[in-house]
């Protein structure tokens, strides 16, 4: 990375081998030191806001402010006000002049993130900032100029709110100088054991803990799961193990209870027949095992049948796998 060393931190490394985010790094570290507008798209907890701080931090604004602004998040009738800043006496209750946020990210970057959630007569403001350079408080008379930088992120498809009337096509323009697209984590799997490593290596010095690492069925469950939640579940996921976790490796016990059950491997069910690369085939039976315990409510002696293997047979594999009768 093109970046001095000094201004990324551990905790702001961005991490990814897929070529899915090989190819964003390499998009972020061209735009970065650039002045360009940057919209970022992606599915919820993909990294939007971390890659916006990235590119910050690749700017010769990186000293400056980052100002994160959640245009969802803020009630309609403060946006204005929020953004721009007010007078004194702009309302009844404007006993001071009030910096909006823009001016307090001047000669830094502001993230403007959920833009979608924007109202139609902010994004006509917006659109005035992004030509103009320049805010103009509410109840003031002269505008001021402002030095800033706009990185704007959605999970929405913008071309579809264009078309159903609710987003500006003029401010989407705009804001589409630089696309950058985060895929979904279920599109990059590869990325997961290395993410998942970096998550634990950050929880157990959070908490002080003593987790040296995953043990072969945990991985089973975290590359089978399909991460809705993304980036952001994952981490959540790793943060939940490390609490709860006993042993010296994380085991599927420790995982949250939906990544279990969800996670399980597709066998026998035609939807997938790929196999994922390093799940050995005692893995594979250990799982299919435990699923068809789940299935039977626990019945040894129905699941054996369902699985053809006699009672013992199924029984010595159990011990072999440390699969307890009651199967969680
Ligand atoms: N490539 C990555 N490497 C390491 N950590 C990451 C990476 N991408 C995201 N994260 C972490 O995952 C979490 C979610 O990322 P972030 O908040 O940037 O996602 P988002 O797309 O803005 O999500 P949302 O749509 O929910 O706001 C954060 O804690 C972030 O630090
Ligand atoms: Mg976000």
Not at 135 to 141: D, I, P
Not at 295 to 312: F, H, V, W, Y
Request: glycine share 8%; proline share 5%; no cysteine.
């Amino acid at each position: 990375m093109s970046v001095p060393e000094h201004r990324i931190s551990g905790s702001e490394q961005i991490v990814g081998v897929s070529d899915a985010m090989k190819r964003v790094l390499h998009l972020v570290e061209k735009i970065g030191p650039t002045e360009s507008t940057v919209l970022i798209t992606g599915e919820s907890g993909t990294g939007k806001e971390k890659v916006a701080r990235f590119i910050h931090l690749q700017s010769k604004r990186a000293r400056e402010p980052f100002v994160a602004v959640n245009a969802g998040a803020i009630p309609e009738t403060l946006i204005e006000s929020e953004l721009f800043g007010h007078a004194r006496g702009a309302f009844t209750d404007a006993r001071e002049r009030k910096k909006g946020l823009f001016e307090i990210a001047d000669q830094g970057t502001i993230f403007l993130d959920e833009i979608a959630e924007m109202p139609q007569t902010m994004q006509v403001r917006l659109l005035r900032v992004l030509q103009d350079h320049q805010v103009r408080a509410v109840g003031a008379e002269m505008p001021i100029q402002v030095d800033v930088r706009v990185v704007a992120a959605t999970n929405k498809d913008l071309r579809e709110m264009i078309a159903i009337g609710r987003f500006r096509e003029d401010l989407f323009y705009r804001l589409n100088v630089f696309r950058i697209q985060l895929p979904p984590l279920r599109d990059r799997k590869e990325d997961i054991p290395f993410l998942a490593r970096f998550f634990l290596k950050n929880f157990t010095d959070r908490y002080d803990r003593t987790v040296g690492g995953f043990s072969d069925q945990t991985w089973g469950y975290l590359t089978n799961y399909d991460w809705p939640g993304n980036i952001r579940e994952l981490e959540n996921a790793i943060e939940h193990a490390v609490i709860v976790a006993e042993g010296p490796l994380l085991t599927p016990r420790d995982l949250p209870m939906e990544i279990v059950e969800r996670g399980l491997p597709r066998l026998g069910e035609g939807q997938d027949d790929s196999i994922p690369d390093g799940l050995r085939l005692e893995e594979v039976e250990a799982r299919y095992i435990r699923r068809a315990i789940r299935q039977k409510g626990g019945n040894l002696t129905e699941t054996a049948k369902s699985l053809g293997i006699s009672r013992t047979t199924l029984w010595r594999k159990m011990r072999r796998y440390g699969i307890p009768s009651v199967s969680g």
